[in-house]
Nanobody, 127 residues
């Protein structure tokens, strides 16, 4: 059974950096788009970033453009989210998600497009 495991969360100061990892097991996600979402208490889960299966296409929510970078290493079946210039508003539980279908060029930005979800990793940014 396919599983996604996030890691790399923790506490950072405003202006600092963290790198999240999403390691897949149980199947290969090469050619499958993968995304990161985040959620804070009382709010709906929000799209953050996604990368196509080929790695050629990416998309970001406006609030993280220029600060966050999503990348993937298909040989390691892992997707990364490099988060720089962190702000207190970035505090959330971050989830990675992957689709079941192979679509090398598509980038999904909607929760319903994803089939597999990790358990989440908590990011706290202090001011």
């Amino acid at each position: 059974q396919a599983q996604l495991l996030e890691s790399g969360g923790g506490l950072a100061q405003a202006g600092g950096s963290l790198r999240l990892s999403c390691a897949a097991s149980g199947r290969s996600f090469t050619n499958h788009f993968v995304g990161w979402f985040r959620q804070t208490p009382g709010k709906e889960r929000e799209f953050v970033a996604a990368i196509s299966g080929s790695g050629d296409n990416t998309d970001y929510v406006d609030s993280v453009k220029g600060r966050f970078t999503i990348s993937r290493d298909n040989a390691k079946n892992t997707v990364y989210l490099q988060m720089n210039s962190l702000k207190p508003d970035d505090t959330a539980v971050y989830y990675c998600a992957a689709t079941q279908s192979a679509e090398p060029r598509w980038v999904g930005t909607v929760e319903g497009e994803y089939d597999y979800w990790g358990q989440g990793t908590e990011v706290t940014v202090s001011s």
